[in-house]
């Protein structure tokens, strides 16, 4: 992997900030990491012609592409979907568009569950748990857990966060380094995103 990429992915916690503004058609966060370092942010890209027909249509039918950005503002990782009508199918490439992984989503009441397959349909992980109490668990193909999103914090960097939106993303120090941890790390930090535009 390239030096940027590395280090951003090195990390083994993400905590996730939303930053709000008023009347945006487009979703951003920030990133840091646990010493309160901003080390990232996500950014929606929306054309013009689908804003203009978000104030008309339901957004959760539209396409959307989320970029990881590193603190230099290059792109370590996108995340794009197109036109759906019931469940997503969600891709996620590296920083040269090759794709590494696709997102599979099953949605059962509050409890919806994301696959994440390699683009030859192995599978790497599975993100499932409960939407309400927004507590998830992270669990490799062998159903070991390598990870957790929730909004719990313990008081840990509370004075970095500023917004309602915010969330953190524990991946085990053990998890290997590779594209397969990328596609992890994409899949868990874009969660809420995700979430948002695909019920």
Known sequence: METHVQEFFKHDDYFIDEKV?????????????????LIGA??????????????????????????????EEKVLATIKRGWTFFMSKISVTDSGGNTIAIIRQQFKFFKPTFHIVQHDETPIASITGDWKAWNFSIVDHGSNQIGTITKKWNGILKEAFTTADKYIVSINPGVVEDVKKIAVVATAITIDMVLKESK
């Open 21 to 37: 503004a008023f009347l945006k058609f487009t979703n951003a966060y920030k990133v840091y990491n646990n010493a309160g370092d």
């Open 42 to 71: 996500i950014k929606e890209t929306m054309p013009a012609g689908l804003k203009i027909l978000s104030i008309f249509l339901n957004k959760s039918l539209f396409p959307f592409k989320l970029d990881i950005l590193n603190s």
